[in-house]
């Protein structure tokens, strides 16, 4: 709830599932513009508004609660008098690994410990703990890095060339980042870390995570630094163009004009001398028409049996 503190009969109701994110979003310039709290908070400011948590329940519940709460008092600066809010707009991969890194630490017994009470209550311990790191080898093979754990997160930081806030996110989500588990535990059943990955990777997070990405050189087909990039963002510094660019081609048998395909999986033999047909096609039809003596708006149209 956010209440005016000038009167106490001006106030929104509203929910989230990253509280920032959702605070963040009534100061863009659309809301600001367009929205009843919006123009008031341009108005008075928001230092005379404080916030106010009603309640704290699960994420599938929170419209059906929101909407409890809206009947109930019938905030004057809301919209409308039931949710029309969808709790995906201000998601991110952030808000979603520490939800489930959250979860976890609360009702895992591998991590209930009264070591981890304290780690949790001085953010500044966070960097102090041990770190267990597993790489994935296969499916259902993982080792243990060093065969010991990672004295603190600088120090992961350091050996592994991965920034400690990153590996502090994914830390004990079971979601792999670049292959690499982390856990603040030890977990010596890796088995378990195998399952329970599999069950979280099934509930809609690949839409976040970031995409291996195999990229073929469209003329031979052969595979670009002989693997795949680990993301979308790795592929477009190698080939100099934007994501977006390879966004628009992914997966859909394209070419881009710098002369590349891009895939979220790995083209079997088949599949790559069926898009050398289709491309020996694409070229042939190309030069189906050359400008015409007539000049440049008229055309020689050639026949070719396809």
């Known amino acids: 709830m956010l209440k005016c503190k000038l009167d106490s009969r001006l ?55 929101e909407n409890y709460y809206i009947e109930k008092y019938l905030p004057t600066l809301n919209g409308k008098f039931s949710s029309n809010y969808s709790n995906k707009i201000h998601r991110t991969l952030r808000s979603i690994l520490k ?17 981890y009470s304290e780690f949790s209550i001085d953010p500044c311990l966070k960097f102090k703990s041990k770190m267990w790191v597993y790489q994935q080898i296969s499916d259902h093979n993982l080792n243990l ?51 329970i990955s599999s069950e979280i990777n099934t509930i809609g997070l690949s839409s976040y995570l970031p995409k291996k ?38 997966d859909r048998n394209i070419a881009m004009s710098k002369g590349f395909y891009c895939f979220t999986r790995e083209l079997n033999e088949i599949e790559k001398i069926e898009l050398k047909e289709k491309g020996t096609i694409r070229s ?19 026949k070719i049996i396809i």
């Open 11 to 65: 106030f929104y109701i509203g929910q989230a599932v990253d509280l920032s994110n959702r605070l963040g979003s009534h100061f863009s310039r659309t809301e600001l513009e367009t929205t009843k709290l919006g123009n008031m908070i341009k108005f008075i400011g928001w230092n005379k508004f404080s916030a106010h948590i009603l309640e704290y329940c699960d994420e599938e519940d929170l419209i059906s609660r």
């Open 99 to 115: 939800h489930i890194q959250l979860k976890n630490r609360e009702y895992d017994s591998i991590f209930i410990s009264s070591k």
């Open 213 to 250: 990405i195999w990229t073929y050189y469209s003329d031979t087909l052969s595979l670009v630094i002989n693997k795949p990039f680990n993301s979308i963002k790795e592929a477009s510094l190698f080939i100099g163009t934007s994501r977006s660019t390879i966004i628009n081609i992914l």
């Open 284 to 302: 042939r039809i190309s030069s189906l028409s050359k400008p015409g003596p007539w000049g440049e708006c008229g055309f020689i149209l050639y």
């Open 145 to 195: 890095i060093n065969n010991k754990p990672f004295e603190n997160l600088r120090q992961a930081q350091n050996n592994l060339n991965i920034d400690a806030r990153t590996i502090d996110i994914y830390a004990d989500t079971y979601i792999p980042y670049k292959n690499l588990l982390f856990f603040t535990k030890e977990i010596k059943d890796t088995s378990i870390i195998i399952n």
